[in-house]
C-alpha cells in the first residue's frame, strides 16, 4: 500500500540552527500538507502546497519557515533559526486531489535544545 | 469560527463495550468530516469519514453519526477492543476554501480495558 514517508524519524538541534524536514508524498498525489503536533495537543496545519506554490498557510507559519519541492518526489519543510517552541512532531501529508483524503505519514520528531 | 470541539479528552472502557467520541463545528462551510486514528510515535491514519448528506456512515465497528442542524458528529466504536486503544482526532474541512486543509479536534485518548 502507498503510504507518505517522512525521514528523519527524529532531529535533534541547537537553537539557533536551521533543520530540513523531508517527505516523500504518494507518488500520484498533487497536493501536501504540512502539519505540527506539540506534544499533547492537537495537530495544527501549518501549510498546503499545490502546482509548486503555496496554496493556504496558517498564523504559525511565518517567515521562519519554508516549503519546497525540489524535483519531483521530495517535499521538504525547512525550519530557519529554531526555537525552542518549534519542538514538535511534524507531520507531511499528501492528498490526491483537492476533495480527498489525506493520508498522514509517520511524522518528524523535532527537539530543539 | 474554525475551531472543531472534541469531547471527552480521555475515555476508558471495558472491551466488548461501546466508545462514543464528539465533536462540534461551527464554520458552516465545512464538508468534510474525517476521524483519524493515532497509535503513541505514529502518525494519524484515517479510519472514517463522512460528508454531510448522509446522517450515518458505518464500516465495520466503526460507525459516524452526523447531525447537520447541530452542527455535530460523533464516533461510535462497537465491540471495543485493546487494540483500539488509541488517540482519535475528529477534522473538518472545507472543500470550498480551496485548500481543503483540516481542522483537528483536540484529541481522545481512549483506553480499553480487558
Known amino acids: 500500500e502507498p503510504e507518505v514517508t517522512q525521514t528523519p524519524s527524529h532531529q535533534v538541534t541547537q537553537m539557533g540552527q536551521e533543520v530540513i524536514l523531508r517527505c516523500v508524498p504518494i507518488?500520484?498525489?498533487?497536493?501536501f500538507y504540512w502539519y505540527r503536533q506539540i506534544l499533547g495537543q492537537k495537530v495544527e496545519f501549518l501549510v498546503s502546497?499545490?502546482?509548486?506554490?503555496?496554496?493556504?498557510k496558517s498564523e504559525i507559519f511565518d517567515d521562519q519557515f519554508s516549503v519546497e519541492r525540489p524535483d519531483g518526489s521530495n517535499f521538504t519543510l525547512k525550519i530557519r533559526s529554531t526555537k525552542l517552541e518549534d519542538s514538535a512532531m511534524y507531520f507531511c501529508?499528501?492528498?490526491?486531489?483537492?476533495?480527498?483524503?489525506?493520508?498522514f505519514g509517520q511524522g518528524t520528531r523535532l527537539t530543539v535544545v | 469560527q474554525q475551531q472543531v470541539k472534541q469531547s471527552p479528552q480521555s475515555l476508558i472502557v471495558q472491551k466488548g463495550g461501546i466508545s462514543i467520541i464528539n465533536c462540534a463545528y461551527e464554520?458552516?462551510?465545512?464538508?468534510?468530516f474525517p476521524w483519524y486514528q493515532q497509535f503513541p510515535g505514529k502518525g494519524p491514519a484515517l479510519l472514517i469519514a463522512?460528508?454531510?448528506?448522509?446522517s450515518e456512515k458505518k464500516e465495520g465497528r466503526f460507525t459516524i453519526s452526523f447531525n447537520k442542524s447541530a452542527k455535530q458528529f460523533s464516533l461510535h466504536i462497537m465491540d471495543s477492543q485493546p487494540g483500539d486503544s488509541a488517540t482519535y482526532f475528529c477534522?473538518?474541512?472545507?472543500?470550498?476554501?480551496?485548500?481543503?486543509?483540516?481542522?483537528f479536534g483536540t484529541g481522545t485518548r481512549l483506553k480499553v480495558l480487558a
Open positions: 507518488s500520484n498525489h498533487l497536493y
Open positions: 464554520n458552516t462551510a465545512f464538508d468534510y
Open positions: 502546497f499545490y502546482n509548486n506554490e503555496i496554496s493556504e
Open positions: 477534522a473538518a474541512a472545507s472543500t470550498t476554501s480551496g485548500t481543503y486543509k483540516y481542522i
Open positions: 501529508a499528501s492528498s490526491e486531489f483537492i476533495n480527498t483524503e489525506a493520508f
Open positions: 463522512i460528508r454531510p448528506d448522509v
